[in-house]
């Protein structure tokens, strides 16, 4: 019996077609994200308009309206910070490598970022924005009915307890497996410091 040849160091390991054909599917995700990069754009133009609204009606704002317009800025950055979020950790985690390492700019949690930590930090950039859109409905309660001011509470209070549940279960997750999701750490430092003088 034959045995397989083995695969040299460094040259990826040929798939076969159907594991080969599932593997690349997660390229049809591009188009999503690149759908979100218009997104990203259409909020640009909305946030100019809205700083142009409130330099144009300064003067004839009152405290209150003026508040609530910054509200409205700070609710749309909100929103464009959850959609990069979305857009290069979901790239980085279900679609490829962005090959950031060592750039000035890379992202400071994209470097151990997973599908878990993917998950609380949107759930966390959702209660930011829903505390927004609480503190406006706040500010101007005449605005909303009583039941709309207490369905808002009650979609608050649900983002906070989903958050602290998933925070929870990725917790727990990282507790029972702690080598699947520290062991490739680890492995870079050992290689590192292998090659390093001190190691020879």
């Known amino acids: 019996m ?8 460094g040259r990826p390991r040929r798939m076969r077609l159907l594991p080969s054909v599932i593997f690349m599917s997660r390229w049809l995700q591009v188009p999503l994200y690149l759908g979100l990069i218009v997104a990203q754009g259409v909020y640009v133009v ?21 508040m609530l317009v910054v509200l409205s800025l700070i609710d749309v950055v909100m929103i464009s ?46 209660i930011g924005i829903s505390s927004i859109h609480l503190l406006k409905t706040f500010i ?6 009583q039941q709309a001011i207490m369905w808002q509470v009650i979609i608050h209070v649900t983002f906070l307890v989903s958050a602290l549940v998933m925070a929870l279960v990725d917790r727990l997750t990282t507790h029972t497996h702690p080598a699947h999701f520290h062991e490739p750490a680890a492995h870079g430092k050992n290689t590192t410091i292998s090659n390093s003088p001190e190691g020879v």
């Open 46 to 66: 909305l946030f100019a308009k809205e700083v142009w609204h409130l330099v144009t009606h300064a003067m004839t704002l009152d405290e209150t309206n003026i």
């Open 140 to 145: 101007d309660p005449d605005k909303h009915s």
């Open 81 to 126: 910070n959850l959609l990069i979020m979305v857009i290069v950790g979901g790239y980085e985690t279900f679609v490829s490598r962005l090959g950031l390492e060592g750039h000035p700019d890379e992202p400071e949690w994209l470097d151990h970022v997973n599908a878990g930590v993917l998950k609380v930090k949107l759930s966390m950039a959702l």
């Open 2 to 9: 034959i045995a397989p040849r083995p695969t040299p160091p």
